[in-house]
């Protein structure tokens, strides 16, 4: 099956910094990313859609200059929580679509922690 | 807007017992998915249905398409230690790629 790999798995930073999440699909190229946001015992929620080559697309109430996110290439797309602050903290995950009939591959998760 | 609800949230047995979770779509699907997260793990897609009634094994897991492509279930025989975690169903928003989670039921399996 398809391999997204995420980089990092965890994070640690002090309130006001701001952090980089990679999302890399290993064997295949995808040309669209998404970025999921899943707070303990709750369901994935959707962030936004990053697109290769264009500007991501994002779902209501999520604020686009704090959660930059770049889709440089077919395989890579990255997430900058800019500003970060306790309220961010959560765990983040990219999921890529794998070509053909629509099923999502998933990273293994970045768990961000906001001191 | 479009949701998919899952029932029940949780779900406690024995080893040996069957699990069955039910998800439920307001809106008509093109088709429906499964995943699993396992605790401490990221969702890991189980399958697709994409045609009306239809039904699908893998293993132990039988999870079928409602005829209104509204609703599915997973239904897992003789639970085991290894089938604890959250399962998910989802749908895609509309006609497009983007899909909507349900809550997940998250099973745990007494040994």
């Known amino acids: 099956g398809a391999v997204v790999s995420q980089h990092p798995s965890w994070v640690i930073c002090k309130s006001g910094t701001s952090v980089k999440i990679e999302c890399r699909s290993l064997d295949f190229q995808a040309t669209t990313m998404f970025w999921y946001r899943q707070f303990p015992k709750q369901s994935l929620m959707l962030m936004a859609t990053?697109?290769?080559?264009?500007?991501?697309?994002?779902e209501q109430g999520v604020e686009k200059d704090k959660f930059l996110i770049n889709h440089a290439s077919l395989t890579l797309s990255t997430l900058t929580v800019t500003s970060a602050h306790p309220e961010d903290s959560s765990f983040y995950i990219c999921?890529?679509?794998?070509?053909?009939?629509?099923?999502?591959?998933f990273g293994p998760g970045t768990r961000l922690t906001v001191l | 807007g479009q949701q998919v609800m899952q029932i029940p949230q949780y779900q406690h047995v024995q080893e040996g017992e069957d699990f069955t979770t039910y998800c439920n779509s307001s809106?008509?699907?093109?088709?429906i998915q499964w995943y699993k997260q396992r605790p401490g793990g990221h969702p890991v897609f189980l399958i697709q249905l994409v045609k009306s009634g239809e039904v699908k094994k893998q293993k132990r897991l039988t999870f079928q398409f409602g005829e209104a492509k509204k609703n599915s279930s997973l239904h897992i025989t003789a639970t085991q230690t290894t089938d604890v975690g959250t399962y998910f169903c989802a749908g895609p928003r509309g006609g497009s790629e983007k899909l909507v989670f349900g809550k997940g039921t998250k099973l745990t399996v007494n040994p």
């Open positions: 990053s697109n290769e080559g264009s500007k991501a697309t994002y």
């Open positions: 999921s890529a679509s794998w070509p053909g009939p629509l099923a999502l591959f």
């Open positions: 809106t008509t699907l093109s088709n």
